[in-house]
T-cell receptor
């Protein structure tokens, strides 16, 4: 059972355009929603994250929009640049007694054309 | 500080062989994780260790064992490798709040 669904699988955007990646989750116990960026041959790195009591979070050109009632969240990359070309993963955290785990979406490969 | 290191970077095994993937962190974080990454499948949690002395199964633990040797080191063992275990393996560590996970550079494993 896939608990975090991510779309699209791949995305091509022109330089200067807006890249939008969507995720949906099922488990209402998730309490924290990070986005990770991964370049080829590297490990993922945290890009931006949001808690469900906030509807939007912006850091530079990156914005997360969060819709708690729809159980959906999305990443917007404004003024996309070739250096943003990477794979993006959304994730959702489950926090238990003394532990926390992340469930990841399947990833979106973004290509920003010059 | 190196952050999270993984050895080896690459490995080729024959079916049935065993090996141990090593992970070490110098961030003094309590929790450590092992993931596998397959094309189109995202990152799937194999095992995790919330603190030194504890380990728990994740989403895809079959065929793997782990050892939390001390606070710094968390190893992943394949006792009898199978072609289905061909993957890129990532180790990660995490402290308490803000709960960010830091990933190592990965080990690319091929089982023939």
């Amino acid at each position: 059972q896939q608990q975090v669904k991510q779309s699209p699988q791949s995305l091509i955007v022109q330089k200067g355009g807006i890249s939008i990646i969507n995720c949906a989750y099922e488990n209402t116990a998730f309490d924290y929603f990070p986005w990770y960026q991964q370049f080829p041959g590297k490990g993922p790195a945290l890009l931006i994250a949001i808690r469900p009591d906030v509807s939007e979070k912006k850091e530079g050109r990156f914005t997360i929009s969060f819709n708690k009632s729809a159980k959906q969240f999305s990443l917007h990359i404004m003024d996309s640049q070739p250096g943003d070309s990477a794979t993006y993963f959304c994730a959702a955290r489950l926090l238990g007694a003394g532990y926390s785990t992340l469930t990841f979406g399947k990833g979106t490969m973004l290509l920003v054309s010059p | 500080n190196a952050g999270v290191t993984q050895t080896p970077k690459f490995q080729v095994l024959k079916t049935g062989q065993s090996m141990t993937l090593q992970c070490a962190q110098d961030m003094n974080h309590n929790s450590m994780y092992w993931y596998r990454q397959d094309p189109g499948m995202g990152l799937r949690l194999i095992y995790y260790s919330a603190s030194e002395g504890t380990t728990d199964k994740g989403e895809v633990p079959n065929g793997y064992n782990v050892s939390r040797l001390n606070k710094r080191e968390f190893s992943l063992r394949l006792e009898s490798a199978a072609p289905s275990q061909t993957s890129v393996y990532f180790c990660a560590c995490q402290d308490r709040a803000p709960y960010e996970q830091y990933f190592g550079p990965g080990t690319r494993l091929t089982v023939t």
